[in-house]
């Protein structure tokens, strides 16, 4: 990354250039790196001299030369004006004085741009100026005197480099026990993409004064300085990731898919040749635990979950949608390895372009177009609910690595998710006691909630132990039962929508539930010649 810099600013430097702007919160790194370029002749040739300003040193040259009353940017840039040797100038923090978003910017210092520009374009001697700050600020007047250049995050290589710095120069210490392999220190890296030099050496700090050992088991602290990073940026939330995949009861073909591509992002894929997985697209029944597998899986491979609100890519000022939907891309890169959870997409997708001059439109090509093109380990996971009203550009090969539909559960996933729901609550001492979960007692819950779903089993559950805390005593098995006969579940109340949905993944989505779990005791259409297999929509694949 760093030399793909390098190689960009040497070109722009060898072409006179005269203005460049990086934007990087590591402006003590964009100062190495120019002037590792600046100084080389095998790069540009013509070796220059780096000068640097800052509001509060003014201008001064590396070798400590000093401009005298040049704090203020306009003298400062007078005096670059008057330099008749070759130069790179980097200007710290000059943005302020530039102007922001419908606020003019100074106009002194903008036409000395102006003039600076047009005088190092036609001088004899290579001169530019290169503007560092943590933000983008072009004024208009600027706009095409002033060539942007990307200046990308530490790769995973500097990031290691701190780490293996920083474990030599504590190895000696008795109070840290070091206890990382090569594969350890390589998640460690990995975990830490996306975080500055400063803000990574930070976050191995903390993971080493931790508990005096530094081993796999702190990578936590490394996404809590990424929870940082992404509520900093504000159009991604961090989400706690509590649940694991064992929680969720059923989906086992789907479970099971995931499980597979666990740590497919790290070198030992890559020496099979393999790419990081895309994500993964889940539709299905409401309340059948979508979303919460996307929790699990953030879970389970230990890596952070970011959840996209597509309401807030299309909130605030009218011609913003299309920035915000590009921040919350290169956030969630910068967060990378790291799940992307969008729920209900089809509430932001599902009819765009429609009266809103095109912006809709514009957002969903972006999307699309880092769906298919993205190269960094960002896992997306995208549930919907209607996925017969998405666009049906998104639902093609490329954009997703696969299609489950998650149907009513089964009689075994029933079992599975009483058992789970089951054993959490028992281990109060004040709702369990009374009841004893044994083959029976799961049995008739099980043919009890024929037709229902994950969540509506849960929310029984609840409303039960509701009853049992009226009477301050501990949870029986009339009351579970008395809860689940009073409930309507949704299979009744939407049987066509569940019929509908049913029909269009039949042949267009893998069923999430494996085929040892199958069984017909679900209300739905049977088919008559494709057999029970064909019961919970989807087409059956083993993985």
Known sequence: MAESFRTTLAQLLKARFPIMAVESHEELRVLFEVRAVAGDAGLVRTPRRVWTWSLTDGLRRDDGEEQARTKDPADALDALLRMQEPIVAVFRDLHPVLGATGQPGDPAVIRRMRDLATAFRAGAVPRSLVLVSPVNRVPVELEKDVTVVDFPLPSETDIRGVLDGMLRANAASPRLRIDLDDSGRERFAKAALGLTLHEAENAFARAMVNDGVISVADLPVILEEKRQTVRKAGLLEFIETGPRLSDIGGLE???????????????????????????????????????????????????????????????????????????????????????????????????????????????????????????????????????????????????????????????????????????????????????????????????????????????????????????????????????????????????????????????????????????????????????????????????
């Open 253 to 543: 073909n789907l479970k099971r898919w995931l499980g597979r591509r666990e740590g497919a992002w790290l070198a030992d894929a890559a020496d099979y040749g393999l790419p990081a997985p895309r994500g993964v697209l889940i539709t299905g029944v409401p309340g059948c635990g979508k979303s919460l597998t996307a929790k699990a899986v953030a879970a389970a491979w230990g890596i952070p979950l970011l959840r996209l609100d597509i309401g807030r890519v299309f909130a605030g000022l009218v011609g913003s949608s299309e920035h915000n939907m590009r921040s919350a891309i290169r956030t969630a890169e910068a967060v990378a390895p790291c799940v992307l959870w969008i729920d209900e997409i089809e509430k932001g997708f599902a009819a765009t372009g429609a009266g809103d001059s095109g912006t809709s439109s514009r957002v969903f090509g972006s999307f699309l177009t880092w769906l298919q093109e993205k190269s960094r380990p960002v896992f997306v996971i995208a549930t919907a609910n209607e996925i017969e009203s998405l666009p049906p550009e998104l639902l093609r090969k490329g954009r997703f690595d696969e299609v489950f539909f998650v149907d009513l559960p089964t009689r075994a996933e029933r079992g599975s998710i009483w058992q789970v729901h089951l054993a959490r609550w028992m281990r109060n001492p004040r709702v369990g006691g009374a009841l004893t979960v044994d083959a029976a007692v799961l049995a008739e819950l099980t043919s009890l909630s024929e037709g229902y779903s994950g969540a509506e089993i849960e929310h029984a559950l609840v409303a039960a132990v509701y009853d049992a805390f009226a009477e301050r005593r501990p949870l029986r098995q009339d009351d579970v039962v008395r809860a689940l006969v009073n409930m309507v579940p949704l299979s009744r109340t939407q049987a066509e929508r569940i019929a509908a949905v049913r029909a269009w993944a039949d042949a267009r989505a893998v069923a999430a539930t494996a085929a040892e779990d199958w069984d017909l005791d679900v209300p739905q259409p049977r088919p008559e010649a494709d057999g029970p297999h064909r019961s919970h929509g989807g087409r059956p694949v083993e993985f």
